[in-house]
C-alpha cells in the first residue's frame, strides 16, 4: 500500500499536495473497509477526471448487500467512522451496486481546469494506475 501512495503522488504531480493527502488518505479508508467489511477490495481505481476537476477513487468489492453506513462523531464503536474521514474530506462519495459488486466511490476537488490542462492531462478521465486492481480494468 505504501508503493501505492507513491506512485498515485508521483501520478498527481502537480495537483495541490493537500488534495493529493485527502485523496490518498480516502484510498486508505475506502480500502480499510473493504478489508473490514467485504473480505477485501476486488479492484482500485483512483482517476484525475478533467471535465469536473476532480480526484475519484473507487473501491469495488463483492459484498454488494453490506452497504456503507456513515458512523456518528464521538460514537465509541469504530463501525462507520472511516466513511466520517471520507465524508469529511470529499466533494461527494456514494456507492453503485450491479451483480455480485459493490463499488464505493469518492471524489476530492483537484484544481481549476486550466490547471489541469497546465498538467498536461488530455484525456477525459486519465486513469491513475494503483495496486490492487486485479481482476478488471478501471473503467467508469
Not at 501520478?11 to 488518505?25: K, Q
Amino acid at each position: 500500500m505504501a508503493d501505492d501512495r507513491c506512485r498515485l503522488r508521483n501520478a498527481l504531480g502537480g495537483v495541490d499536495e493537500d488534495r493529493v493527502h485527502d485523496a490518498v488518505l480516502i484510498m486508505t479508508e475506502l480500502v480499510e473497509n473493504a478489508y473490514r467489511h467485504a473480505g477485501g477490495p476486488r479492484r482500485l481505481c483512483v482517476q484525475l477526471v478533467r471535465e469536473s476537476g476532480v480526484i475519484r477513487v473507487e473501491v469495488e468489492d463483492r459484498s454488494p448487500m453490506r452497504l456503507p453506513v456513515l458512523g456518528r462523531h464521538g460514537h465509541t464503536d469504530s463501525d462507520g467512522a472511516g466513511l466520517l474521514i471520507v465524508n469529511r474530506l470529499s466533494t461527494r462519495w456514494g456507492f453503485r451496486r450491479r451483480d455480485a459488486v459493490k463499488t464505493v466511490w469518492a471524489e476530492v476537488s483537484a484544481c481549476r481546469t486550466s490547471e489541469l490542462d497546465a498538467l498536461g492531462v488530455t484525456s477525459p478521465a486519465e486513469q491513475i494506475a494503483v495496486g490492487v486492481s486485479r481482476e478488471a480494468p478501471c473503467v467508469l
